[in-house]
């Protein structure tokens, strides 16, 4: 079945430094999304990617899809406290309507 | 409302107790969807309905889980003869649809613990 990978597992930065989220798959993706869980709480939905090499950003965040839709990255600018918390991707594959979660990155954020 | 409703956010069950899982999904939102969240963080998907119909039911451990949509009433979830490995936070979603436009939106979870 579809897997996605999901690396690093978790990354310690001081406040300010940048911070980067790497997401892989076994099979081409029709689509990958991004979502953020904070400690104790539940995963919020981020972004949406759809197309081959695609590029989004959202304020410090940004997202890419790539060339082959298999692989994706989140890369946060300057971080702040404000960005702790575990970051999933999910991606859909095919006609496969399914999100399959990767294993998410724990960012913490040393002030 | 534009939240997902899940209730009860905790739930303690002796090992082989019943337990049960609401989930009131968006209003308009067609499909529901259950996963479960282990330590370590892992999702494991669990079951999907499109309003009232089971959509894909392959993540079910059919023996002891069931869960239903029913009209006008919240979702549900429920594990006959809980086992110590049930023990997890369990996630409702819903979503307006399938397609490529469309995120989940997540509830805040019941976190199920057998002892």
């Known amino acids: 079945g579809q897997q996605v990978m999901q690396i690093p597992q978790y990354q310690h930065v001081q406040e300010g430094e940048d911070f980067t989220t790497y997401c892989n798959s076994s099979?081409?993706?029709?689509?990958i999304q991004w979502y953020k869980q904070r400690p104790g709480g539940h995963p919020v939905f981020l972004i949406q990617?759809?197309?081959?090499?695609e590029v989004k950003k959202q304020k410090r965040l940004t997202f890419q899809f790539g060339e082959a839709k298999k692989n994706s990255s989140l890369h946060i600018t300057a971080t702040q406290t404000t960005d702790v918390g575990t970051y999933f991707c999910?991606?859909?594959?095919?006609?496969?309507?399914?999100?399959?979660f990767g294993k998410g990155t724990l960012l913490t954020v040393n002030p | 409302g534009e939240e997902v409703a899940q209730t009860p956010k905790h739930l303690v069950r002796g090992e082989g107790q019943k337990a049960k899982l609401y989930c009131a999904p968006i209003?308009?939102?067609?499909?529901v969807f259950w996963y479960q969240q282990v330590l370590k963080n892992e999702f494991k998907f669990l079951i999907s309905?499109?309003?009232?119909?089971?959509?894909?039911e392959t993540g079910m451990p059919k023996e002891r889980f069931s869960a239903k949509c029913l009209p006008n009433s919240p979702c549900s979830l429920e594990i006959q003869a809980t086992k110590l490995e049930d023990s997890a936070v369990y996630f409702c979603?819903?979503?307006?649809?399938?397609?490529?436009?469309?995120?989940?939106?997540f509830g805040s979870g019941t976190r199920l613990t057998v002892v």
């Open positions: 209003k308009g939102h067609s499909y």
């Open positions: 309905f499109q309003n009232e119909n089971v959509f894909d």
């Open positions: 999910a991606g859909r594959g095919g006609s496969n309507y399914k999100l399959t």
């Open positions: 990617l759809v197309k081959s090499g």
């Open positions: 979603a819903s979503s307006h649809g399938l397609g490529q436009d469309y995120g989940y939106t």
């Open positions: 099979t081409t993706l029709s689509n």
